[in-house]
């Protein structure tokens, strides 16, 4: 299994469509940041997080770059608990890091001057009698 680097996940989030923005500066930190989290570990608990960083994961889990994951576990007084933890999708991060940049095509919206043929965008009148 390969090693995921901050590299790696920072040309993967490059690669993303909605962080096609970023600068390469921009990108590492935010990888150097999410990686710094997970440590050696594959999975955190959501309970570590402040909500500014969670944001950040909610995007990133958006941008199909991480996932989240549940457990539940009965206490000794009988309540049931939930753990969420979040995962990175190592295997998409190397197929984003590998596609190369998408581009998200923007629909063009028709306009009504698509209609108007290019004769009537023209200066020039009709002839008339009096101009010869």
Do not use: K, M, Q
């Given at each position: 299994m390969e090693v995921l680097t901050s590299d790696s996940l920072a040309t993967a989030i490059r690669n993303s469509a909605s962080y096609v923005h970023l600068s390469v500066d921009e990108s590492s930190y935010l990888a150097e940041h999410i990686l710094n989290f997970f440590g050696y570990s594959d999975r955190i608990i959501d309970n570590v997080l402040h909500p500014e960083d969670r944001d950040t994961f909610y995007m990133l889990e958006d941008a199909t770059l991480m996932e989240t994951e549940r457990e539940e576990t009965?206490?000794?007084?009988?309540?049931?608990?939930?753990?969420?933890?979040?995962?990175?999708?190592?295997s998409e991060i190397f197929n984003r890091r590998d596609s190369g940049p998408q581009v998200?095509?923007?629909?063009?919206?028709?306009?009504?001057?698509?209609?108007?043929?290019?004769?009537?965008?023209?200066?020039?009148?009709?002839?008339?009698?009096d101009e010869e």
């Open positions: 009965t206490l000794y007084d009988g309540r049931e608990w939930r753990i969420h933890y979040w995962l990175l999708r190592h998200v095509p923007e629909a063009a919206e028709p306009s009504v001057y698509d209609e108007i043929s290019d004769d009537l965008w023209s200066r020039e009148g009709p002839e008339t009698e």
